[in-house]
């Protein structure tokens, strides 16, 4: 568990607007194109009129189609490109997604957005096929990367059916994500499901008891 001393994001809201995930530009051999990759950033930044987010190595399948090398590659260049271009009075977050097929990329991924000092992260447990407990995993293991690092990024899970692993649940269970919400830096759950199972999301969020925004 994080110790007492790390700043508990207890004033972290998301920037509210448009969330942007951007895509990964990569070659005919599945390497990233750097300059075309930044170039994609300046476009949906806008100069200030566009992203108030970009989501870099999420929801357009980076966990499944490359590897991890080039998942950190991507992120170090969207996160560098989002803090160039930013303009002062109009900060876009860059968010990173750290989600890999195995406990121990994902751990990777997370130690590499946090040293990156990405805005917040973002984590699909069920995703992940040797991860048996995805409370565990958020508690222990991302609370442990953490401490060492003496500081925390904002975590929001994912949940979707469509990349649940193996073998795993279809959804998060409403009680774990519950106990996961009381993580001083757990802050939002994404979920891409049919509306009576987000109703269970919703319906169960009325009664967690937070020290923080969720959302």
């Known amino acids: 568990m994080p110790s007492e001393n790390i700043d508990p994001l207890a004033a972290y809201i998301p920037h509210p607007g448009l969330s942007i995930p ?38 357009n399948g980076e966990w499944d189609r490359i590897d991890n090398a080039r998942r ?13 271009t ?33 805005d917040a992260v973002v984590i699909s447990p069920l995703s992940i096929a040797d991860c048996n407990d995805p409370v565990d995993l958020v508690t222990r293991d991302v609370g442990a990367i953490f401490a060492r690092a003496g500081k925390m990024l904002p975590v929001f899970l994912y949940d979707n059916a469509d990349i649940a692993a193996a073998g795993k649940p279809l959804h998060l269970h409403t009680r774990d994500v519950k106990q996961m919400s009381q993580l001083p830096y757990v802050r939002g ?27």
């Open 22 to 59: 951007i895509v990964t530009v990569l070659d005919g051999a599945g390497n990233i194109i750097e300059e075309e990759q930044r170039a994609v950033v300046r476009f949906c930044i806008q100069d200030g009129r566009g992203a108030d987010i970009l989501f870099a190595v999420g929801t």
């Open 72 to 84: 950190q590659q991507a992120s170090r260049i969207i996160v560098d490109e989002c803090r160039r």
């Open 86 to 118: 930013s303009a002062r009075d109009h900060r876009v977050e860059a968010w990173v997604g750290i989600t890999a097929h195995n406990t121990a990329e994902t751990l990777e991924n997370l130690e590499y957005a946090t040293a990156l000092d990405a």
């Open 189 to 215: 759950i994404k979920v891409t499901a049919s509306k009576s199972e987000l109703g269970n999301y919703t319906r169960a969020a009325s009664h967690f008891k937070l020290a923080h925004e969720f959302v």
